[in-house]
C-alpha cells in the first residue's frame, strides 16, 4: 500500500507563501490522480487541488491564481505552491489519491495569522 507523508507547513504572516510537499511510498503513484485536501478546525475536509499523471490540473475557486500544484514522477512527489496566504487558508493540508482513498498522512499544519 502507498504511503504519504506531508510537510512544509508553519507559521506565515498573511500575504506571504509556503510549499508543500507530498511524498508517496510505492513506484505505482505516477499512475493516480493526485489530490491536495485541507481541513480548517470545525469544518469537514475540502479539496484544494488535484492533478493527474498527466499534467491536467484542477483547483478550487478560493485557490485559484494563488495555488500551484505539481507533481514529479520520479521522485514520487507532489507539491503545493501557496502564495499570498489568507487567514482562511489556515488548516491541516493532506495529500491523497482520488477516491478511493489510500490511508491518510498525518498532514501538515499551515497556519496564516500576523
Known amino acids: 500500500q502507498v504511503q504519504l507523508a506531508e510537510s512544509g507547513g508553519g507559521l506565515v504572516q498573511p500575504g506571504g507563501s509556503l510549499r508543500l510537499s507530498c511524498a508517496a511510498s510505492?513506484?505505482?503513484?505516477?499512475?493516480?490522480?493526485m489530490g491536495w485536501y485541507r481541513q480548517a478546525p470545525g469544518k469537514e475536509r475540502e479539496l484544494v487541488a488535484t492533478?493527474?499523471?498527466?499534467?491536467?490540473?484542477y483547483y478550487a475557486d478560493s485557490v485559484k491564481g494563488r495555488f500551484t500544484i505539481s507533481r514529479d514522477n520520479t521522485k514520487n512527489t507532489m507539491y503545493l505552491q501557496m502564495n499570498s496566504l489568507k487567514p482562511e487558508d489556515t488548516a491541516v493540508y493532506y495529500c491523497?489519491?482520488?477516491?478511493?482513498?489510500?490511508?491518510w498522512g498525518q498532514g501538515t499544519q499551515v497556519t496564516v495569522s500576523s
Open positions: 491523497n489519491k482520488d477516491r478511493p482513498y489510500l490511508n
Open positions: 510505492g513506484s505505482i503513484f505516477s499512475i493516480y490522480r
Open positions: 492533478i493527474t499523471s498527466i499534467g491536467t490540473i
